[in-house]
């Protein structure tokens, strides 16, 4: 919320939100501070709150179909990218893209696991299951 570090009102401030058990289930816990809202923390300071998990998901398109190759064309591009994208002068937040990260109950799409195949190297010890 880039408008947000924009805000200069006295009035407004930051709650804290605590990372209490109900939160714990679906939440992460995370801190503001001064360097994403300068003028809304003070040098310093910083603001408990909570975050949500986020995952880029598509359809499950046929492997035959145009959907399905623009779709593999996107994560070839993106995914190879990835590394550029999480230096400057490119946001933050890039930073904490996870490719392999699993999410429960879902498949990733068959061209994303072919690339992390393809460029992500495995453990060693893990007779080739396991990732990194």
């Not at 190879?80 to 490119?90: G, K, N, V, Y």
Request: a positive charge.
């Amino acid at each position: 919320m880039q408008w947000l570090s924009q805000v200069r009102d006295p009035n407004l401030h930051l709650v804290p939100v605590g990372y209490e058990k109900p939160l714990q289930q679906e939440y992460l816990p995370s801190t503001l501070s001064s360097a994403d809202y300068p003028n809304l923390i003070a040098d310093g300071a910083a603001v408990d709150t909570i975050a949500a998990e986020a995952v880029l998901a598509s359809y499950n398109w046929q492997p035959t179909s145009d959907r399905y190759r623009r779709l593999s064309l996107l994560v070839e591009s993106l995914f190879t990218r990835i590394a550029q994208l999480q230096r400057p002068p490119f946001h933050p937040k890039w930073k904490e893209v996870a490719l392999k990260a699993p999410v429960a109950g879902w498949n990733r799409f068959q061209a994303a696991q072919e690339w992390i195949d393809r460029n992500v190297p495995r453990r060693r010890g893990c007779g080739g299951v396991c990732r990194s």
